[in-house]
């Protein structure tokens, strides 16, 4: 997004309900035609900011800037209707009991709701078309359509005063999985496709990494990471994004050499000035579970062995594995010397001395397919890609 202008910009904002302070010196910037996703738990101060954005609620102290105009700030607060922002509320917020036409045309600009029928209708089944409905969806009402269907009639009612930004308040949040990702895919293509702005706020993590081209991460009324979705997820700033984002599998470590002495062995780390004791932090999809064999009173055998796994859990397309590390007590880091004969981000299996197989941390781990692999099952585990170091211990 490099030599994108900037649509939205907030600069120190703050926000407090009483003596209840909801969020705090807010800055973030959102580039023209992106799509921005603010992501974080109930009560983190989502919504507060939307409705900073759009003028429902005026902030404390910052500066909310819309496309190079200051919208809110000391002695400036511009009227919501004023700001050429488009909003979408969670529930869609449709009149009941006006036609689908009726509120989609309650959004039009004064020259159209003032124009001839015709001209009306003509205005209405382009934004019908816009959503992907068919023009006679003019005539329903609004308990006459899907769940989805009724969030897109919202949108249509949105664009139809031709918005530079829009704000959407969690608007897929009440449809099923299908629908769900369904309208999310069509509302983002109309929006991009009109070349607006969008802000989205949800606690669904799937789908802000799928939507956004943009992701923040709040927490507690601050912004923890900014950034691309692929870099928040794989390079989080801190544990409470790592996990909040998704799974996570997080062992202690003594860092070395570019490499991690964990419980899985030695693995390689992701740049960082960190040495010492800290922790790491895998996506359970970066780690690969393989039979290994322990027939036998082999020792050499045995140390191939990383773990056993404890409980196996069937999801249709992957299966999700306990699986309960050996402790052979910390690994030393690989040397300089060592560390390069071993790929960038794969894991040294001989690092569990033998005959110190005793129970160990318990992690969960992904794999897709049919793997074979039951509980009691002894296996060894092989990590893809660098881990991500981190100063605490988990």
């Known amino acids: 997004m490099s030599n994108v202008e900037t649509a939205i910009e907030l600069a120190g904002v703050s926000k407090s309900f009483g003596s209840t302070r909801i969020l705090e010196d807010i800055a973030l910037s959102v580039p023209q035609g992106s799509r921005t996703v603010v992501v ?16 429902f609620e005026l902030p404390d102290s ?20 004023r700001r050429g922002i488009g909003f979408v509320a969670q529930d869609g917020a449709l009149f009941p009991h006006l036609t689908v036409g009726q509120n989609i045309a309650f959004g039009l600009g004064p020259a159209l709701r003032g124009g001839t029928r ?25 308990d006459e359509l899907s769940g989805g269907q009724q969030q897109r009639v919202a949108l249509a009612r949105a664009l139809a005063r031709q918005p530079r930004v829009m704000l959407l308040d969690e608007p897929f949040s009440a449809l099923d999985a299908g629908l769900r990702a369904a309208t999310r895919d069509i509302v983002a293509e109309t929006l991009e496709r009109a070349g607006i702005t969008t802000v989205l706020v949800t606690h669904d993590q799937a789908e802000a990494m799928s939507f956004a081209h943009q992701l923040a991460v709040l927490r507690d009324g601050n912004l923890c990471q900014v950034g691309p979705p692929r870099e928040v997820y794989w390079r989080p700033v801190d544990l409470f994004t790592a996990r909040f984002l998704g799974d996570a599998v997080v062992l202690p470590a003594t860092i070395s050499n570019g490499f991690a002495a964990c419980a899985l062995g030695t693995v390689a780390v992701a740049p960082t000035s960190l040495r010492g004791d800290a922790c790491i932090m895998l996506r359970p999809e970066q780690i690969i579970v393989e039979h290994c064999e322990t027939g036998g009173a082999d020792a050499a055998t045995a140390t191939a062995c990383t773990g056993q796994v404890e409980a196996v859990d069937f999801y249709g397309p992957e299966v999700q594995l306990a699986v309960r590390l050996f402790s052979g007590g910390p690994a030393t880091p690989a040397s300089p010397q060592s560390a390069g004969t071993l790929s960038p981000g794969t894991v040294s299996p001989g690092t569990v001395s033998p005959g110190t197989l005793s129970p ?3 992690i969960h781990v992904r794999q897709h397919g049919t793997t074979g692999i039951v509980a009691g099952s002894r296996v060894s585990l092989t990590a893809r890609g660098p881990a991500t170091a981190f100063a605490a211990r988990p």
Not at 40 to 55: F, M, Q
Not at 67 to 81: E, L, N, S
Not at 118 to 142: C, G, H, I, N, T
Request: charged share 20%.
């Open 40 to 55: 974080g738990s109930s009560g983190s101060g989502k919504t507060t900011l939307l409705r900073l954005i759009s003028g």
């Open 62 to 81: 910052g500066t909310i800037t819309v496309f190079g105009r200051t919208v809110a700030g000391p002695g400036v607060a511009v009227a919501a209707h």
């Open 118 to 142: 015709r001209q009306r209708a003509r205005a209405v089944s382009e934004l019908l078309e816009m959503v992907s409905l068919r023009p006679d969806f003019a005539e329903r009402r609004p």
């Open 360 to 362: 160990g941390t318990l």
